[in-house]
């Protein structure tokens, strides 16, 4: 399979039929139409095979993934996707393989209704990089410097699953278990695009969850000149963690974890009301772990009162 066949039998189909696409793959570049009176919102991962996910991960969830992750970024930023560019670097052309990762980025692509609209392909280590396209109106973007003194702390779903299951990769473990939930949660996290841009004009800053919360409220932090006050007991941990590990390691995965992809944001005490309805209407576990003081940094405090000392750099690639 040449290089040509491969974009036109594998990734050509993948297009989809949006109308804002005047031209999609097959050309130089794509030509596209952004809505008027929004902002386009770029954003692009690369996922790198022994760093980001294990060589030995399927290629429907490595293709799964990679959309998701980006999905995530457009999540923060109250956006809607639109259009998405791949650069695949592949070590050699395996036709099983590449359908199979197509398989698992189009059921990621279409659940949003995006259009694969370009990329490249190459030969190397495998290297996925996707890049995502979307728009927001102008004015109502979340940002992460947004947070003020007084706002309540919020995040999405559980958090430490993904890293927790990560660390279970690779054993066996029958389907309907809760090891298996938790490494189904690294290997097709959920972007929480719904809530993101139900959180436009209520959030006052947002950020996801990918290398872990204590590094992500960091940024956060940072970017609002505030300080983050945390509480342990909050942290919102699945059954399936806690089934399965100690309670403090338990609590470890939740606050020091990566690869969750969840939403952490900031709302005044005005929007907390509209956060309660949101988690009904959206079906989405919302939990308050915190508060916004005057000050810098993160904060966690344990369940005796005391300060957790641990690690809040996240991962970091140099």
Do not use: K
Not at 55 to 83: H, K, T
Not at 110 to 115: F, G, K, P, R
Not at 127 to 150: C, E, F, H, K, N
């Amino acid at each position: 399979m040449t290089e040509f066949e491969l974009i036109e039998q594998v990734f050509a189909p993948l297009g989809g039929a949006r109308p804002d696409v005047a031209l999609g793959i097959g050309d130089d570049a794509a030509l596209l139409r952004p809505p008027a009176g929004e902002l386009l919102v770029a954003c692009v991962d690369t996922l790198v095979a022994g760093v980001h996910f294990p060589p030995e991960m399927r290629a429907a969830d490595i293709g799964y993934r990679a959309a998701a992750v980006n999905l995530s970024d457009l999540a923060a930023m109250g956006a809607q996707p639109r259009w998405a560019t791949l650069a695949l670097t592949l070590p050699a052309v395996r036709p099983v393989w590449l359908r199979q990762f197509a398989q698992g980025l189009r059921m990621a692509l279409a659940a949003h209704e995006v259009a694969l609209v370009g990329g490249d392909t190459t030969r190397g280590p495998l290297t996925i990089s996707l890049q995502l396209l979307g728009s927001v109106p102008d004015g109502v973007a979340l940002t992460r410097g947004g947070s003020r003194v007084g706002d309540a702390v919020f995040v999405s779903g559980s958090l430490g699953d993904s890293a927790a299951g990560l660390s279970l990769f690779g054993t066996a473990a029958p389907a309907r278990s809760p090891a298996a939930w938790l490494t189904g949660r690294f290997r097709r996290p959920t972007p929480r695009l719904a809530l993101g841009r139900a959180l436009r004009g209520h959030a006052s800053a947002c950020i996801d969850v990918s290398d872990g919360l204590l590094a992500d409220a960091g940024h956060l932090a940072e970017r609002s000149a505030v300080q983050l006050r945390l509480w342990a007991d909050a942290l919102p941990r699945s059954t399936a963690l806690l089934g399965l590990f100690d309670p403090d390691t338990a609590l470890r995965w939740a606050a020091t974890g990566g690869d969750d992809y969840e939403l952490c944001f900031t709302v005044p005490p005005a929007s907390v009301a509209v956060i309660e309805g949101l988690q009904r209407r959206l079906s989405c576990r919302l939990t308050q772990i915190g508060e916004v003081r005057a000050g810098a940094g993160v904060v966690l405090y344990g369940p005796d009162g005391s300060q957790c000392h641990w690690p809040n750099s996240g991962y970091r690639h140099f």
